[in-house]
Structures are given as structure tokens and as C-alpha cells.
């Protein structure tokens, strides 16, 4: 999508991270000790805490990606949200106050409380930095897309701004001022999107969204001749090609010097032709939008409904409706949705976004993306099971999560701290349904970009609330990463250095090597925000959930609830977990796609681990347990 610069946009960015950043500064001042540095004293109070927690947990993926999945895919974008806010559940009745009284900084520290075993503190500080690292991709995928919009600038130059700044900011203040950013940008992210549902359902639905950009109003439908299934002559056009693509039938077809692609479909046993929307690259790297330069302004925002009904009868527009009402006539209208589809053509690069006409019934069902009813395989079944398990088990056993635990003063502050992050998470993922469905029928999506789904239609309602969604949006990238790399940085210095190979270190010391450490995951993640764009953010932190309840929840249930847990059991349960699921992870379809090769012909389909790598990380820990008797309990 071709986008300007939005100047109020980047007048709010930029006072946003000053305040950010002067508070980091601010802050520092404060920072002299390990505990101050990782764990900001043990003094944040839990209301702050608890907002903080949900500042952390409403990342990219939960504000952008579940936004934008929802736009795409309707209800099975929501079962992210579900799934996100089930985790607390098991993280509220099982974990919160046990482990609180474990810890000292980091998750590793909890799990070895009873131990004094080199092994758990190697495994767990590998675990926590592998989990960090798979939880930082998508918040630098989020940031290069938010970035483009604001100033314009390429993908790469905005995950490069972001890494840049939580570097300043973590190896500033570590947890003081991460916990604040969170806690501001939790509240605000809350607040914005209230006023951005309110908005939606004031305005209802109408057949003519108001679109950005006026440049390319419709699609253009088009009755070939056809002669063997094949397009043999269209009126007024020259017929160029036709190319077959995983099932589909695009041709080429050119009027008045200019080349467009169209979607060969068969309705009511007739043929028509679609006009898709076109982005061609050729072998020079010159990049045509529906066969003409950027210049021409013709690729634009899509989403759009082509039928409302309203109490039985089709109308143009609905006006204000209630939350409930909102999904009722939903429920019998009809959307555009798009698909995408990629291919080489006489030497050059061709991604094609097709329509497809969706009844509402079927968006606000499951079964657009994930398989589970008809059309679906065993394949897709089990994925479905593998990505729920994923959500519901991996909330608990996120480090960057688990160390929020440690800024409060007490196992009490840390239970009322989780509860008051469950009703604002809550609150959260109800308003994420109504900007999802709204940014799907707006004419406000970048199809190439569904993360973009929520600003993009701020936008379409007015430039300060965009700018206001925007700074928020950046923000909560900016403190979800900042946590991260506290937890990544804590596993590499207190863990690993300090413990592991005993290098004793001061307080100054290890304060500074947490620094040094930030800024080395900090350079890591942004390589990898690059290196992963296009892909949901929200899809990509399933990954990160699935690798922490495989390699940590097994050996934190364990721990907490089996006295016969011995360490060697707990370390090779990590182990376990970790390879488990990162090799499903490397061989799956996604990531065959980023390898170049055909997504059908992966070693399997399975695109979550956890319904596998779970089970086996459990079954390791009780196994071994049972072979390797504790001795080094004290």
C-alpha cells in the first residue's frame, strides 16, 4: 500500500517518546542496585503493577495482530483473544502467589529456588532468552508496520527506530521505567480504543465507507468469452495471458497501455472476470500498482460490505447500533474479503489480493482460517487443538511475564495484581472484536498489511484519533519490547554469567553486563523484525506461547505441585520442550514458505507444536523423576 506522511500523526509519536524516554532518564538516577535493575525494588504498588501486567500482555500481537486477524478472518481472529485471556485463569489459580515466594529476579531464580543445580540454570536461561527472542520478532514486525504510515519510511527503518529506543530505555532504567511505560500505555491503549468502538457503533454500517484515498473507487467485473474454459476474447480488452495458480485462474489484460490482472470465477454457471488488486515487480526492481507507477495512487484501502440487512429488508446504511445489534446484522449481511496470491510471470514478481464474497454468518463463525467444520482435514483439526493449548497453557509461563511478579512486596499484591490485569485484558479483547469487525467493512485495510487494521481505520475517522491510536500502538511495541529484553537481558547476565559460570558479580556489575546484554538482544531482534515481515504479529507470538508451555509449564507445575520433581528432571524437560517445538516450528508450512519452497510439500502441516511438544516435555519430567531421584533438593 502506498502511504503519505501523516504530520499530527508524527507530532504525537514524538511526544510520546520524549515522555517515554525522559522518564527512563528520570528513573536511572534511581537504578544502582540488581534488584533495582530487574526488579525495580520489589516496590511497584499492585494496582500499577496490574496495569503494568496488562501494558505488557496487550503487545503488538493483541492490539494490532487480533485486530487485523479479526479484519481478515473473522471469529477465528477472536480465538486469539480468548485464548490469550484463558491463560490468565491458569495464571491466577496456579501460579502467581507459589511463585512469588520462589523468585529474586528472574524466572530461573524461581525455578531453582529449592535446587542448586547448574543444569536448571543453564536450560532456563537458554528457555528464557529463546522465548524473549520468538516474543520479540512480532513487536519489531508491528513497529516496521506502524512506522511506514507515520513518517514513511520503510519497514526496515522503523524496527531499526524501535530497537534503537528500548535499547535507551532498558539500559537506562531496566524495570523502573519499563513498568511505567507499560502502566501508561496499558491505560491509555484501553481508554483510545473505547473511543474507537464507541465510534463504530455510532456510525453502524453503510455500503459507502469513506475512504482515504478517492483515486480508485471500484473494482471493475468484466464478461469474457470463453472457448475450453479458457478466456478467449473480452470486449474492449487485449487478452495477454492466463495463469493457473493452486486451483485459481488469473488473466492478464491490457486496455489503453495498461496491464491488469483479474480473478476468473464462475457464478450462477456463468464466467466473470474481478479485477484483483496488482503489485508487479519486475527483474530491475520497478514496481507497478494495478499496472501503473506509485505516482498513480491507484492501490488503496479495501474491506467493504455489498449487502446489509436490517430487519429482513436490504438498506444503504444502518445508523448508530447497540453492541449486540451490531453483530445481528452482521450476522445477515455480506463482505469483501481478500486473498493473496503470489507466482513469477514472464520475469516478474506478481502478488495478486482476490475477492471473495463472504456471508456474515460464516465471518462471525469458525472456519475461515482454522479448519475445524467443513472443508476441514485432520491436519487442520489438529492444529486448531495445538494453537488453543498453546494459548491457554503459555500465558503462565512467559518469563517476561512470570518477572512482573517480583516488583510488588508480597504473594497477596502479586494475586490482586493478576486479577486486575485479567478484567483489563478483558475489557481489552471485547473492544478488539468490534475494531476488527469495523476495520473489515470500512474500506480501511491494507491488504498487505492486515497488522495495520486498527490505525488505518482510526485514520479513516480523523487524523487526531489515528495519531493518538498510532503513539499508543508505538508504545505499547516500545514497553512490551522493553520487557522482553529486561527478562532476555536477566537470563543472560544474572543467570548465566553470575550463576552459571560463577563469575560472582557486584551489584554495579551485574547492572552493567544487564546492559550490555539488552543491547545485544536489542541488535538481535531487530535483524529478525526484518527479516519476518508480512507475517500476522499475532500469529507469530503463538509461536512464543507454544515453545514457553512446552519448555517452562511443565517443569513450573511440576516444581509447585509434585515433591518428587528432581532437578535433573526439570532441566531435561526444557530441553525436551525447547527442541520439540522449535523443530516443528522449522519445519512447518509458514516457515517453508520463507524458505522458498512450496508450503504443501513441508515435512507436515502442523503449523503449532504445543499438542505435540507439550505432552512430550510432561511425560520427560515424570519419566525422569522417576529414573534420576531427587538429591538435590535442600
Known sequence: MIYGVSYIALAFFIFFVGLVLGLSFYLARKTKSASNYYAAGGKIHWSVNGIAFAG?????????????????????????????LAGWVVALFLIAEPFKKLGKYTFTDALNAKFNSRAITLTASISTLIISVFYLIPQMVGAGDLVTPLMGLPHWAGVLFVGIIVIVIVATAGMASTTYVQFLKGGLLIILSTILTVYILKN????????????????????PQMMDNKVASVPDWDVLAQVPVKGKEFVQLKKEGIVRWFDLVKEDQHYILKEALSITTDSRGSVLYNGEPQSGGRFYQVGHLNKIVIDGKEVTETGSLGPLEYLSVMDKSMLVRFSNAKFQHEGESVSLYYQHTTSGKDFLLPGLKYKIGKGSSLWSKLDFISLMLALFLGTAALPHILIRYYTVRSSKDARKSTILAIAAIGTFYVLTLYMGLGAAVNGSMDVESSNMAAPLLARAIGAVLFSAISAVAFATILGTVAGLIVAASGAIAHDFMDVYLKKN??????????KLAAFAVGLLSIFLGMAFKGINVSFLVGWAFAIAASANLPAILFLLFWKKTSAKAIAYSIVVGIVSSLAIILTSPTMWDRYGLDPAGAIHQLENPALISFPLAVLTIYICSRLYPRKELV
Do not use: R, W
Open 505 to 514: 558479580l557486584s551489584d554495579a556489575e551485574k547492572v552493567k553486563a544487564g
Open 204 to 223: 453502524g454500517f453503510t455500503l459507502t465507507p469513506n475512504q482515504q484515498d478517492k483515486a480508485y473507487h471500484s473494482f471493475i467485473t468484466l464478461h
Open 56 to 84: 505488557d500482555y496487550l503487545s503488538a500481537a493483541s492490539f494490532l495482530g487480533i485486530c487485523g486477524m479479526i479484519a481478515v478472518s473473522g471469529f477465528d481472529g477472536f480465538l486469539y483473544a480468548i485464548g490469550f
